[in-house]
């Protein structure tokens, strides 16, 4: 592919980014279209001083949380998605100006890396559950940019992209995750301070 080319949808993703971003403080109009802890076991109870053996009750499940202070668990699962932003945002503003096939494959893993987060910190209190909603719909943007960077790597070679056209429209469609990914992330993030701030 051409250097233009390349920089022109790196451009496109940065302007998408930008915009995104100015939905927190109400200034862009336009559309662009965490790690909770297992709870502990309780303790096994003694063994009666007959010939049966008792077993430890199952641990109690927490009630879901619909009020009050958020909770320790509550504010660790928002600071993991809080830092995913610049995560995902750092994937199209450092992404090289010479595409490669190797590029496109680190860039689709990254994309992934929205997924795997949300994985890692589980599902939130039911007070949490609008923010999660956005949260996963923002992922699922980016695992189809990083499907498209899988596609344009496999179009890629070291002469050049075998279909110029199919890999120009993978290469756009890539780099548009920026936008359709970081709009609902950041709808959840304003989603998020609302309930915070709510919360007593």
Not at 129 to 150: I, M, N, T
Request: aromatic share 4%; charged share 20%; glycine share 8%.
């Amino acid at each position: 592919m051409t250097a233009d080319s390349c920089c022109s949808a790196k451009r496109r993703s940065v302007a998408l980014i930008a915009c995104v971003a100015l939905l927190s403080v109400g200034a862009c109009t336009t559309s662009t279209g965490g790690t909770g802890s297992l709870a502990t076991a309780s303790d096994a109870v003694n063994a009666p001083t007959d010939t049966h053996t008792a077993t430890a009750p199952p641990a109690p499940t927490p009630a879901p949380t619909t009020s009050g202070p958020m909770t320790g668990q509550e504010l660790l699962w928002l600071q993991a998605v809080e830092q995913l932003p610049a995560k995902m945002n750092k994937v199209f503003n450092g992404s090289p100006t010479h595409i490669t096939s190797s590029a496109l494959d680190s860039m689709a893993y990254q994309l992934r890396g929205c997924g795997r987060e949300l994985s890692r910190i589980g599902s939130p209190t039911v007070r949490l559950q609008p923010v999660s909603v956005l949260v996963r719909r923002a992922c699922r943007a980016y695992d189809k940019g990083a499907h498209c960077f899988e596609d344009a790597a496999r179009i890629l070679t070291p002469s050049g992209p075998t279909d110029e056209q199919e890999f120009e429209q993978k290469l756009d469609c890539g780099f548009a995750a920026s936008g359709y990914g970081s709009e609902p992330l950041v709808q959840g993030l304003i989603k998020a301070d609302e309930i915070k701030a709510a919360a007593h």
